[in-house]
């Protein structure tokens, strides 16, 4: 018998900005153009995904996914305060028409790492009037696009977007300020209930979600208090926050999504909240994370205390061997059976990511996708045999062709 129920949604993911090329009214433009910043190259033209969305689509349904997560630009939408531009809205119209005609069902995320100029010169999310000013983003949006969006993701990764912006410095504005970060994360947890709120007040339709990064967060030394210490502090914030504040009430959506990659392994010998790197010998990805499956397993069971029914809206892998992708796609969707069967209600799976893409200050070294792309031959799409593999899955329910290709 199959594993995964008949109409358990199966797709891959991407961001605007990662695939679509030519957003340069956003915050990120600036910051690969600038010389100080830790990012290695300018997106550019990304994979002209802006231009190809239709064939891409085709591509992905003709792999047998049913489903495909991508974000709306806020800087195209919005280029300044309160001007909307009405080409920009009917572009993203094309697009989910486009979804619906290939048969993929939209997840649709509203806020995906980039901000508008006018908007990060304001002060990003730290400014006074962020969420209001997001709540007529989102209601906007909404209005032109709420027919066509089946399910709506509020955020992206609020904890990531706190850590990068504000901590380590890695995304803009580059601060590096544990008070500043604390604020934007919880400033980004008001965040997803302004954004259900403005969706809720003009269509109903709509499956609203938050996408939460959990890392599995561990003690580098267990039972070391200082070591012990840091890790609940790191799953405080990570973790606990954006869970707890789901449980606290009130319209908090219809489901979270799960966004898993890798265990971080808190060293507190130096003073800090430091990471260790991957245990000496384990397997590891092209972003140096480390491969530990049964993270995933331990965070599906843990976001499912937030009380709602879950999507995987990210896992993947970056790595040059598409065979290690198989492994790792084999090794999670066994975690996730796994889970199901102890009665995890999970609705869907998105692989990261449905094409190699722009990963942020990283560029374009690190390949996540399903589907390859030749960016030296007119941006060429190569379907990798994990595509295929992933098909089969999608299309059966059963993990069987995958677990033999991983075997050999």
């Known amino acids: 018998m199959p594993s995964f129920p008949t109409g358990f949604l199966w797709g891959s993911a991407t961001a605007a ?6 957003n340069h009214n956003n915050d990120w433009w600036d910051w690969e153009h600038d010389p100080g910043s830790p990012a290695v190259e300018s997106s550019g033209d990304a994979i002209d995904h802006l231009n190809r969305y239709d064939d891409d689509f085709a591509l992905l349904a003709s792999l047998g996914q049913n489903a495909h997560r991508l974000s709306l630009e806020w800087s195209r939408i919005e280029p300044a305060p309160g001007e909307f531009s009405r080409a920009a809205l009917d572009h993203y119209a094309r697009v989910l028409d486009s979804l ?16 508008p100029r006018w908007f990060a010169a304001r002060g990003g999310w730290l400014a006074d009037d962020a969420l209001e000013l997001f709540g007529r983003y989102v209601e906007r949006v909404t209005t032109a696009l709420g027919d066509r969006m089946p399910y709506v993701c509020t955020v992206n990764e609020p904890q990531i977007v706190a850590l990068g912006c504000y901590l380590n410095g890695e995304f803009p504005p ?3 300020d544990v008070g500043e970060a604390v604020a934007c994360n919880a400033t980004l947890a008001r965040a997803h209930r302004t954004a259900v709120a403005a ?5 109903g339709t709509p499956r609203i979600g938050t996408c939460l990064h959990l890392p599995y967060v561990e003690a580098l030394r267990p039972g070391d208090g200082a070591d012990e210490g840091a890790a609940g502090m790191a799953r405080a914030v990570m973790v606990d926050h954006h869970i707890e504040d789901l449980r606290a009430g009130g319209d908090v959506g219809d489901w979270v999504g799960l ?5 971080t392994r808190m060293d507190a010998s130096g003073g800090g909240l430091d990471t260790a790197p991957p245990p000496e010998g384990a397997e590891t990805t092209l972003m140096g994370w480390e491969v530990h499956p049964a993270g995933f397993g331990a965070m599906l069971r843990r976001i499912a205390e937030a009380g709602l029914p879950v999507v995987v809206t990210e896992n993947g892998i970056a790595t040059a061997d598409d065979a290690q992708r198989v492994r790792y796609l084999e090794r999670h ?19 990261w ?31 990798r045999r994990s595509a295929h593999l992933f098909g089969e899955v999608a299309r059966s329910g059963d993990l069987a062709a995958l677990r033999e290709a991983a075997s050999r």
């Not at 900005?17 to 030519?22: A, C, I």
């Not at 969707?333 to 692989?351: I, K, Q, S």
């Not at 190699?356 to 379907?383: K, Q, S």
Request: glycine share 12%.
């Open 100 to 115: 619906a005609a290939h048969g993929l069902t939209a997840f649709v995320t509203l806020h995906h790492f980039t901000l």
């Open 17 to 22: 900005h990662q695939v679509e090329g030519g």
């Open 199 to 203: 969706v809720r007040a003009v269509s």
């Open 259 to 263: 966004q898993y990659y890798t265990r």
């Open 333 to 351: 969707l066994t975690e996730l059976e796994r889970a199901m069967a102890d009665g995890v209600d999970v609705r869907g799976y998105l692989y």
């Open 353 to 383: 990511s449905s094409f190699d893409n722009f990963e942020w200050a990283r560029g374009y070294a690190p390949t996540f996708g399903l589907v390859g792309i030749d960016r030296a031959d007119g941006y060429r799409r190569e379907p």
């Open 174 to 176: 580059g601060h590096h």
